[in-house]
């Protein structure tokens, strides 16, 4: 992307993320007394990850998890992961557990469209096999992305390199047009109930 499309792409994002937020605010509170009545626990998950330039951020969902979901460490989520909560599992299945992420994207940390942001625990392996993975930080991570649409839960070690290398051919090939193309599909899965 040359200046002028990064330009425009922020201007989308802080956009769309603020329209995002108002409109989406309904949705937002409904899941908030739910979490509420369900849980005692915080109705939104923060976790550090690694974005722009290789700085720490805060990805901010809403937590779809048991409180001790790590106790024994960093783990890796799967589709039907057995530490979900019952509203957690619906959150999942509908990715509406993403939704405050658009706080992230309107504050600067991520794009709408971008690599998956990761934790440092779990980069540190990656970069064992891939040191490419560090090209990454020339952009924002974001909300979504063709790996996030067609590689499934990044579950695995193999899928994380997978992962990688779809990225990394986004970064090549990136433009307005992708990312609306990107959106676009996103929205469409989202709304026709596709797992991914």
């Given amino acids: 992307m040359n200046l002028f499309e990064r330009g425009v792409k922020r201007t ?7 329209l995002g ?13 739910m979490q509420k009545v369900e849980s005692k626990g915080p109705v939104f998950f923060k976790q550090e990850r690694i974005g722009k330039s290789g700085k720490k951020f805060y990805i901010i969902k809403f937590r779809t ?33 993403e939704m405050p992420q658009m706080w992230n994207v309107l504050i600067g940390d991520m794009s709408f469209v971008g690599y998956r942001p990761e934790r440092e ?16 930080y020339i952009s924002r991570p974001g909300v979504t992305s063709d790996a996030t649409l067609h590689n499934g839960y990044t579950d695995t070690m193999e899928k994380m390199i997978r992962r990688l290398d779809m990225d990394l051919e986004y970064l090549q090939h990136r433009n307005l047009w992708v990312d609306m193309k990107i959106i676009a599909e996103t929205i469409s899965s989202i709304l026709g109930g596709k797992k991914f």
Avoid: W
């Fill in 21 to 33: 937020l108002i409109l989406m605010s309904p949705v937002m509170l409904v899941i908030y007394i």
């Fill in 65 to 97: 998890m048991k409180m001790n979901a790590e106790d024994d460490g960093p783990q890796l989520a799967s589709q039907n992961d057995d530490r979900l909560t019952s509203i957690g599992k619906f959150l999942r299945a509908h990715h509406l557990d």
């Fill in 121 to 136: 625990f779990f980069i540190k392996q990656i970069v064992e096999l891939r040191s490419d993975y560090e090209e990454l």
């Fill in 12 to 18: 989308f994002d802080i956009i769309g993320a603020l």
